[in-house]
Each structure stands twice: as C-alpha cells, then as structure tokens.
C-alpha cells in the first residue's frame, strides 16, 4: 500500500483475475479514486493492450472508461474510473431476491445499452457474467474486463479451439473453441445467462437447460408470468448460433416488453395459469370477442372486436364473469390465444 505510480498512489487491493491484479488508487494530486489493473502475466501482454484499445473505442456510460494507462512498463497498468459498488456476482442470492422485478430489470437493460454500443463499434465482449457487470450504489451499471473482447477489423488473439470465458456463462462455441463461430450471437448467449441469474436469484446452470423442470423460472418461483421471460430466453440460451437472436437493441425491447406483462398480469399465450380471473382469482378467462376460430379473427378481426378504429380482444372469467379488454397489437395477433 502506498506504492505510486506516477500520480496514483495504492490505496488497498481489491483482488485479481487471471491476468491482473486489481487496486483502488487516488490521484495525488486532485484525491480522484480509480481502479488499478497491473498485468501479472506477460504472456498476455497483447491481450492487455487490446483491452486499452477497446476501452477507448466504446467511450459509453455503461462501460467503464480508461482514466490513465501505461503499457509499455515492466509491469502494465491501466487506471479505469472507480465504480462505489460492487459486482452483480458479489450480491447474494436472498439479496437478489429481496430487490424489485423492475429494478433488476433496469440493471440489465443498462447492461444491453453498454453491451448494444460495443457492438456498434465491432466490439464482442466475449466473457460477459455477472462478475463482468458493475453496480454502483446509485444504481448505475458498468460492463467491465474487456481482455477477451474481440475487434472485428483486428487480428485475433486466440487460437481456434482454445477455450475462452466463464463455463456457466459463456456461449457454446467459445467452450468448445470454435472462436471460428463467434460474432454478435455469442455475446447474446451470455447476455441469456445474466437475464435469467437476475430473475432466478443466481441459480446458474451449464448448457441450454432453462426449460428443465429444475431451472424453469416459472417452476423454481412458483410463478406462471416468468413465462413471459422464458420465451425471451428460448432466442437466446441456444446451442447453434445461427439459431440464436443478435440484435441487443431487440431483445432489450422484448424484455421492456416482458416486464409489462409480468407486472401487469396480462395473459400470455399458451400458458394457460396466466390466464386467472384478477378479481376473484378462481375462475380462468376465456376469449369471448372476437370468437376463437371465427373468419373474421383469421382475417384481422375484421369488425368483430373493433372499437372505433382500434382492434381488441375481450375476455370473460367463467367463474365469475368479470371481463377484460385488451388492445391488439400488430405483432401479437396470437397474444390471448390458449391450448
């Protein structure tokens, strides 16, 4: 402690990682806080180096930014801005649990935002988990740890079927070292696992197993409106990347989408437990306007279901005969549908 470098001064040791040791450090002359990461591991002085350069490229405020640097010391240091929190892999799973649908929801679309710019940039992260995500007490994110990421007009620096990431969180192909295979999607696969540690209280699991009775959000929480967040993670925790969702910005979306179902008790298709009565929670909806099967549901309701220039669906609990009327949307005609 105490040591300096240059202007920062060691202040404690906050851990280390494969290939770094990590320390808070103050500005000595303006008292700024920051975070040292010293390279311990000289053979991997290149990959180092490329975590500067896609630092600097990203400049977002869901990614932590580079406050100083020297990489051409005996021993390599970067100085990162320091985030007053803690990582989403040091919250407890009870904690994690205590806290608000919505407000881990907002920690992961902070995450897409960070995530959804590096890639505009060409850049994949590629070992993205929750020990990656900084939370800071104001609740601002931060995607750190960019020593894997990859830059698409750069040479790469891992070798086809070596193995890079975490095992729970990382996509198939990295685990299997087909680093011949991984674009967009990859990064999207690991985002699938942070969604469903944020809503399953950190229950992690390897491989594409979230539909299994043992890791089923809506089986492991007792809870039939999870389900609108399982369809999401069906496009995303998928073995073959070329099956699997790569857009950021649209899966950010669905799950904006998803939180408005979850807390809104809306019906989702299929999963028929969605489907009780909100007033005297016996009785299931059924669809009554239009009539299921009709022509005119087929052809876009037609004028069945029309009020005014607007398009809905009503529903009638059959225990108790409270109705309800939702608003069609074009791109879910099938939303009220039932088995």
């Known amino acids: 402690m105490g040591k300096r470098f240059g202007q920062w001064e060691i202040v404690e040791g906050l851990g280390e990682g494969g290939q770094s040791w990590i320390y808070r450090v103050r500005n000595v002359s303006t008292g700024q806080i920051g975070a040292l990461k010293r390279l311990k591991n000289t053979a991997r002085h290149a990959r180092f180096v490329r975590e500067l350069e896609v630092l600097d490229k990203i400049s977002h405020e869901n990614v932590v930014r580079v406050l100083d640097s020297n990489v051409e010391t005996d021993v390599p240091f970067i100085f990162l801005e320091h ?12 904690e994690l649990d205590r806290t608000p649908i919505r407000v881990r929801m907002d920690w992961y679309l902070q995450v897409c935002r960070g995530l959804a710019a590096a890639h505009r940039k060409g850049v994949l992260h590629r070992d993205l988990k929750p020990d990656n995500i900084l939370i800071a007490t104001d609740g601002r994110v931060k995607i750190c740890d ?27 192909e990295c685990e299997e070292g087909r680093t011949d295979l991984i674009g967009k999607a990859t990064d999207l696969y690991s985002l699938g696992k942070v969604l469903y540690h944020l809503l399953s209280g950190a229950k992690v699991f390897p491989r594409e197993l979230h539909r299994t009775p043992r890791y089923d959000l809506a089986t492991i929480r007792s809870d039939p409106f999870m389900e609108a967040f399982s369809r999401i993670l069906d496009s995303m925790i998928v073995h073959d990347p070329k099956q699997r969702a790569e857009e950021v910005d649209a899966m950010a979306k669905k799950v904006t989408d998803a939180v408005t179902t979850y807390e809104g008790r809306f019906p989702i298709a299929g999963a028929k437990d969605t489907y009780k009565c909100v007033f005297c929670r016996v009785g299931l909806y059924e669809q009554v306007l239009p009539k299921p099967g009709a022509i005119a549901h087929n052809l876009g309701y037609s004028d069945e279901g029309r009020v005014g220039n607007e ?7 059959q225990n108790c005969g409270n109705s309800q009327r939702f608003k069609v949307k ?10």
Do not use: K, N
């Open 330 to 339: 074009y791109d879910r005609a099938g939303w009220f549908e039932r088995e």
């Open 311 to 317: 398009h809905f669906v009503f529903l009638e609990c």
């Open 83 to 94: 985030v007053d929190g803690r990582s989403l892999g040091d919250i407890s799973p009870e």
């Open 146 to 172: 960019f020593g894997l990421a990859f830059v698409d007009d750069s040479q790469r620096l891992t070798e086809t079927l070596e193995q890079v990431g975490s095992r729970f969180y990382m996509a198939p």
